[in-house]
Antibody
Framework: EVQLVESGGGLVKPGGSLRLSCAAS????????MNWVRQAPGKGLEWLSS????????YYADSVKGRFTTSRDNVKNSLYLQMDSLRAEDTALYYC?????????????WGQGTLVTVSS | SYELTQPVSVSVALGQTARITCGGN??????VHWYQQKPGQAPVLVIY???NRPSGIPERFSGSNLGNTATLTISRAQAGDEADYYC?????????FGGGTKLTVL
């Protein structure tokens, strides 16, 4: 069964840092691009970052560029999101999702998410 | 920046057809994907590349994309179809989601 499990969320003060992880299983992780998407409470989906299978490219949304860093470890079958200089508006449920298809790919499946709360 | 516009809410009578639109400049020239999100759950892909259904998604779900509007159609709507629905496209090297549509089955 293809599965993605996020971890690392929690309560952090403004200006602080947090590192999220996404553990993949049930598929050959190194063959797939991966993504981070977040959802603020009661709001819609916001794409954050995409990383290619071999890390040859990494893309970011403007809202997190320069503050968040996406990486992956294809040996550990894991995806990471290093979040620095956190703000209250970064409070959200953070999902990892596998990219599927070539070119304009879609996200399938998604993990269940990990909650990040930024508050003093 | 590229924007996708979805109605905030759509209502449909039980057993009738619901249509959820996703508007964008020349969206017909892009591949549109659709996700269903039920309360407290992660999003689930229901349509990819405009009109393709993943395995396990009922045939009642279909999609189209032409001009400036992509449409997700849900035939014979069921109570279990109540959810938020999001469209998604790639624009250059970024991903854009629509704002989401809450589907209510009456």
């Amino acid at each position: 069964e293809v599965q993605l499990v996020e971890s690392g969320g929690g309560l952090v003060k403004p200006g602080g840092s947090l590192r999220l992880s996404c553990a993949a299983s049930g598929f050959t992780f190194s063959n797939y691009n991966m993504n981070w998407v977040r959802q603020a409470p009661g709001k819609g989906l916001e794409w954050l970052s995409s990383i290619s299978d071999s890390t040859s490219y990494i893309y970011y949304a403007d809202s997190v560029k320069g503050r968040f860093t996406t990486s992956r470890d294809n040996v550990k079958n894991s995806l990471y999101l290093q979040m620095d200089s956190l703000r209250a508006e970064d409070t959200a449920l953070y999902y990892c999702a596998r990219a599927y298809g070539s070119g304009s790919n879609w996200f399938d499946p998604w993990g269940q998410g990990t909650l990040v709360t930024v508050s003093s | 920046s590229y924007e996708l516009t979805q109605p905030v809410s759509v209502s449909v009578a039980l057993g009738q057809t619901a249509r959820i639109t996703c508007g964008g400049n020349n969206i017909g020239g892009k591949n549109v994907h659709w996700y269903q999100q039920k309360p407290g759950q992660a999003p689930v892909l229901v349509i990819y590349r405009d009109s393709n259904r993943p395995s396990g998604i009922p045939e009642r779900f279909s999609g189209s994309n032409l001009g400036n509007t992509a449409t997700l159609t849900i035939s014979r709507a069921q109570a279990g179809d109540e959810a938020d629905y999001y469209c998604q496209v790639w624009v250059s090297s970024t991903v854009v989601f629509g704002g989401g549509t809450k589907l209510t089955v009456l």
